[in-house]
T-cell receptor, first 114, second 114 residues
């Protein structure tokens, strides 16, 4: 069964610094996707970035990029030039084999200070 | 604007009093699902629906019911709520999970059962 592991319960970074949030995954699928979502303190889930397993290039969306290392089964989120508004919980997720659900990691809380 | 709308955002209720959390999407998505989020556990799927009148259990369906009479609506029903159902609930919709498209999440419903 699919599994997502986020080993960093909390991360602290200063404004304008870059930060990497770790995500490792376990899947038996040949074709799969990795998603990252942001959850601010207000509670909503905001889609950030997606990486397909057959995508040759690492995905990027503005200040967000995904460091995808297939052999290591890792899909780390890199946030460049952190902002105070980046303070939130971040979740990594992947679809189940049947494609009927997303499997989420337990999340990483990012705190950005000035 | 593409969106998933949940109501209510906040609800405090008493044990045993039936309640319904509504969910509506305006994107004509076939696939909808419900998740609950608990501290330290991430998000877990309760129920999902692949289309009208097609629903199935997720990982934690006990104590919940759903219905899908129309494509846009997917209400979550708690027939006899108990304190262990105190949680943050999310409704989500996708084009198709296996299409590896982003899931659109509602704003969340914070439910407290006393």
């Amino acid at each position: 069964a699919q599994k997502i592991t986020q080993t960093q319960p909390g991360m602290f970074v200063q404004e304008k610094e870059a930060v990497t949030l770790d995500c490792t995954y376990d899947t038996s699928d040949q074709s799969y996707g990795l998603f990252w979502y942001k959850q601010p303190s207000s509670g909503e889930m905001i889609f950030l970035i997606y990486q397909g397993s057959y995508d040759e290039q690492n995905a990027t969306e503005g200040r967000y990029s995904l460091n995808f290392q297939k052999a290591r089964k890792s899909a780390n989120l890199v946030i460049s030039a952190s902002q105070l508004g980046d303070s939130a919980m971040y979740f990594c997720a992947t679809p189940t084999e049947a494609g009927t659900a997303l499997i989420f990691g337990k999340g990483t809380t990012l705190s950005v200070s000035s | 604007e593409a969106q998933v709308t949940q109501n209510p955002r906040y609800l405090i209720t008493v044990t045993g009093k039936k309640l319904t959390v509504t969910c509506s999407q305006n994107m004509n998505h076939e696939y909808m699902s419900w998740y609950r989020q608990d501290p330290g556990l991430g998000l877990r799927q309760i129920y999902y629906s692949m289309n009208v009148e097609v629903t199935d259990k997720g990982d934690v369906p006990e104590g919940y019911k759903v219905s899908r009479k129309e494509k846009r609506n997917f209400p979550l029903i708690l027939e006899s709520p108990s304190p262990n159902q105190t949680s943050l609930y999310f409704c989500a919709s996708n084009d198709l999970p296996r299409a590896n498209t982003e899931a659109f999440f509602g704003q969340g419903t914070r439910l407290t059962v006393v």
